[in-house]
């Protein structure tokens, strides 16, 4: 997580290079990849984690990889084929120039997500996080490079390619001490788990294409209603909020679905599980969410620049929904994991659907802060919906979620408080920022101290790290209570 801000430190340079409008091209770019990645290993990667013996997942993986590089070279004699129409039907002609990348974008991609399952499962997590930071902070390399040459949508997207193959290519080293397991692989064997886990395939393949659309259908619609400026603005809010929330996120949701299936497997149920990752996200997640919601429109002009504030704006509508994405998203697995591969499907088909008529509605108006809005508004409730079923599913209840969304909600709004009146009173933005480090020290000092299963993690780590002659006066302070 340390090292990932490399990556996002880096992202204000490239706001000084690239316009909006490159941001808004490559985004276009990056949202119809994104489609074709979740559709290229039919879901078969995320039954890596699921069977007990490795040979198995020896074979699912190596079927995964099969249906990834087919389905990357059938989309790209397709996108590459009929170019010209789709840059009508997007309405951005300036996209088709760049379409030649997407087979190998969406080829590594689904490179880098089976290593990522493969890695989890042999709990390699030093080379799988190595391999996402070299991923990040090469991306944002090349992007700085090339716009130093000549800023352009290219320079953004072949960053992006370029970033994949380096993280791929690190990360193969952790198959090394799996090649007697891929040996083991025989096309009888994986024909028999393709059918064993065909809902995977079937209910699951769709069920993320749905979801993958949800999340790129935005961006489809911001460029059909208004115009890249806009669509860059939106690209730069999302990805000023995601990054850090991912960095979090993707790390609990790995661990969680490695520890959901293994406590499926030993007892039958995930009910500890899912009780302890939900309600600790909630508290350590939410504070972040509302100092963000209070500083959004300085921060974005003081970080990125004052050709961005209007992405600000677009972030701080988002950020209740992005909330509700961070709370849910690790748990998310247990689609996988309790095989609701159906369930997954209808409530991904609903929020498609939800976001189409929601995004057809704000266009109509040509109001994309109005149209964000209701995507926002419709984003909570349809994710808490999600997570509500997970919850019920798992068998662990919905009070303790319930009552720490409202027990840390109120605790963050109280603590932000001075934050509110610095904001009213227009003070330097150096002194905001001071006030908000402090408030964030209270609140996370609070949490450590009354959340016990919180204390005794940062406790392990920090016991990890420091040297024994020293934790001793570190305990008479209390610390290590």
């Not at 070299?134 to 130093?148: C, D, E, P, W």
């Not at 939410?286 to 990125?304: N, R, S």
């Not at 992405?311 to 748990?331: C, D, E, M, N, Q």
Request: hydrophobic share 55%; net charge positive; charged share 15%.
């Amino acid at each position: 997580m340390i090292a990932q801000v490399v990556g996002i430190l880096l992202i204000p340079v490239v706001t000084r290079i690239y316009s909006p409008e490159s941001f808004g091209i490559a985004q276009l770019f990056l949202s119809i990849a994104a489609v074709l990645v979740v559709i290229s290993p039919l879901s078969y990667h995320f039954v890596v984690m699921l069977p007990e013996k490795d040979e198995d997942s020896a074979n699912v993986f190596v079927l995964s990889v099969i249906c990834i590089l087919s389905t990357s070279a059938i989309a790209g004699a397709v996108f590459i084929g009929f170019a010209d129409w789709f840059g009508r039907i997007f309405e951005m002609p300036l996209i088709v120039d760049y379409l030649i990348w997407l087979p190998i974008f969406v080829a590594f991609s689904g490179l880098f997500a089976i290593l990522n399952e493969w890695l989890s499962r042999k709990v390699r997590y030093g080379i799988l996080s190595r391999g996402i930071v070299m991923n990040s902070v090469s991306t944002r390399v090349f992007q700085i490079g090339g716009g130093l040459i000549a800023p352009s949508p290219l320079g953004l997207i072949l960053s992006s390619v370029a970033g994949l193959v380096v993280a791929v290519l690190f990360m193969l080293r952790g198959l090394q001490e799996d090649v007697g397991l891929l040996k083991s692989v025989t096309t009888k064997r994986m024909r028999k788990l393709a059918v064993r886990y065909r809902e995977f395939a079937l209910y699951g393949t769709t069920g993320n294409l749905a979801n993958s659309m949800s999340w790129e259908l935005p961006a489809f619609m911001l460029a059909y209603f208004f115009n890249p400026t806009v669509l860059g603005n939106y690209a730069l809010a999302m990805m000023a909020v995601r990054l850090p929330m991912a960095m979090v996120g993707r790390s609990v949701d790995q661990v969680f679905y490695q520890k959901a299936s293994e406590e499926k497997n030993l007892t039958g149920g995930v009910q500890t599980v899912v009780q302890e990752v939900h309600t600790r996200l909630i508290a350590v997640g939410i504070f972040p969410f509302v100092l963000f919601i209070i500083l959004a429109g300085d921060l974005f002009t003081f970080v990125f620049g004052a050709d961005w504030l209007t992405a600000g704006t677009y972030a701080r509508i988002l950020a209740p929904w992005l909330f509700a994405v961070f709370i849910f998203s690790p748990i998310s697995s247990l689609f996988d994991v309790l095989e609701r591969q159906r369930a997954y499907l209808f409530f991904e088909v609903v929020i498609l659907c939800a976001w189409a008529v929601i995004f057809s509605i704000g266009g109509s108006f040509g109001n994309p802060a109005l149209t964000l809005a209701l995507f926002s508004i419709g984003g909570v409730l349809m994710w808490g919906a999600k997570s509500a079923y997970l919850i019920r599913e798992s068998g662990a209840g919905y009070r303790g979620s319930v009552l720490s969304l409202t027990r840390h909600l109120l605790l963050s709004i109280i603590i932000s408080l001075p934050l509110v009146l610095a904001v009213f009173l227009e003070l330097p933005f150096h002194l905001l920022l001071g006030i908000a480090g402090i408030t964030a020290v209270a609140y996370y000092l609070l949490i450590f101290f009354t959340d016990t299963l919180v204390r005794s993690e940062v406790i392990g780590m920090v016991q990890g790290l420091v040297r024994p002659e020293h934790i001793d006066w570190m305990k008479r302070l209390c610390l290590f209570r």
